[in-house]
């Protein structure tokens, strides 16, 4: 009598047992300890003949083992794996974790890399992997960068070095000029080594060329926005149409930003977007207006835009005028900025240090250095908590203000 059990339809045998046969807890723990969530069905039987086209099962088994113990797979992901992969012995699969973990993948990526592309396990890592990894390596890119690029798009390690990542990498070289910025094109978008790119990145820089967009607009797209150059053919030349309805520039940078924009928003998450601003206030007219100045501002989530006009407009008294003059504000950190800035600039202009009518860019804008030097060191004498203040660690109520006085510094 034999014993079959089978763990989400994937069947295990274990050996003929002996008269007083028991499994090991050690060895039954290790293989299924962390299948716990899984559905697990024991029954005897006599026959021992399984269908030809199923995997061996001991083959299976260590298969699953192996993906559990030595690549931290979960008991599911291990499973699904199993079905593409199957392991004889640890050899050929060792020698590539350890190359693996020597050019940057680290344990938490591991398991990450292998469900998207478990056959990696049987690559040659000498013959295959190993050029793949060097030539990255000469190019600049860390092991921090390897590690995260490999476990985010995995296959990029199956493309051929000589006809796809080389070739590849060149072309954006001879646009980019700086391997740092292939790396940072890279990094934002790995597919993009994926990709044919005479048949899908080229008739697309040329359509800008075509309507006057400057080469360093072009750089930029590709350095920070390289997502945009892999949207379909249709889609680009429509955003690109749109864009230029809306008034863009095709010769200032801005117009690159818009179609970054529009090529990650559906129309109905436009149109929500456009809801979320009317809601304060502002027509459309006045929402393209903003739209054009920064055009990052549709790309904020609604939380982010509520929270950041509440705060400016309903606690701080800013006129909506002010913050459309500076539309940038709305994207900087309510908590590490705008809250504590703006708590300084409150005191200040409560205590008549500075002119009340002093614009909201001038508090915001500046680098933090220049800030405090400005804003709070040079006030010390005067309102010796002030630092204390833009730190957080006291509120404007225990400086001594009272709350009229507070809620009274209106239309700023």
Not at 49 to 69: A, D, G, H
Not at 161 to 187: G, M
Request: contains cysteine; proline residues 6%; glycine residues 4%.
């Amino acid at each position: 009598m034999r014993i079959r059990f089978s763990v989400r339809g994937v069947s295990f045998l274990l050996p003929n047992p002996t008269p007083n046969w028991r499994i090991p807890v050690k060895s039954f723990t290790t293989q299924l300890s962390l299948l716990q969530d899984a559905s697990l069905s024991f029954r005897f039987f006599s026959s021992s003949s399984t269908s030809p086209s199923s995997p061996n099962p001991k083959q299976c088994s260590f298969t699953v083992s192996y993906l559990i113990n030595s690549c931290g797979l979960s008991a599911d992901s291990a499973l699904s794996a199993s079905q593409k992969l199957h392991l004889v012995t640890p050899e050929r699969p060792d020698s590539v974790l350890t190359l693996l973990r020597n050019y940057g993948i680290t344990d938490t990526q591991l398991p990450k890399l292998l469900r998207v592309y478990p056959t990696l396990l049987l690559a040659d890592p000498e013959k295959t992997l190993l050029p793949k990894l060097e030539f990255f390596h000469s190019k600049a890119f860390t092991r921090a960068d390897l590690g995260s690029i490999l476990s985010s798009c995995p296959m990029i390690l199956s493309r051929s070095l000589d006809y796809q990542i080389i070739p590849c990498y060149d072309f954006l070289k001879s646009i980019l000029h700086l391997d740092k910025r292939v790396v940072s094109a890279f990094k934002r978008s790995p597919r993009i080594f994926l990709e044919d790119v005479n048949k899908y990145i080229v008739p697309k820089i040329t359509a800008l060329q075509e309507i006057g967009v400057p080469e360093s607009s072009v750089v930029f797209l590709i350095t920070h926005y390289s997502n945009v150059v892999q949207v379909k053919h249709d889609k680009f030349h429509e955003i690109v149409k749109e864009v230029m309805e809306m008034g863009f520039d095709p010769l200032k940078m801005v117009f690159i930003k818009a179609i970054h924009v529009l090529a990650g928003m559906s129309k109905p998450t436009w149109e929500h977007k456009m809801e979320v601003y009317r809601r304060w206030g502002l027509s459309n007219h006045e929402i393209m207006l903003l739209f054009r100045a920064f055009p990052i501002c549709m790309s904020l989530s609604e939380k982010k835009i509520m929270s950041t006009m509440d705060f400016l407009v309903n606690k701080m008294g800013w006129k909506l005028t002010a913050i459309t003059r500076v539309p940038s504000t709305l994207s900087y950190s309510l908590e590490k900025r705008i809250i504590p800035r703006c708590s300084v600039a409150k005191v200040l202009i409560l205590k008549g240090l500075v002119k009340k009518d002093m614009g909201l860019g001038a508090f915001l804008r500046f680098t933090e250095k220049k800030f405090l030097d400005r804003f709070v060191i040079k006030y010390q004498n005067h309102i010796p908590q002030l630092l204390n203040l833009y730190k957080g660690e006291v509120g404007i109520l225990e400086l001594g203000f009272a709350s009229e006085e507070i809620c009274g510094v209106k239309q700023l």
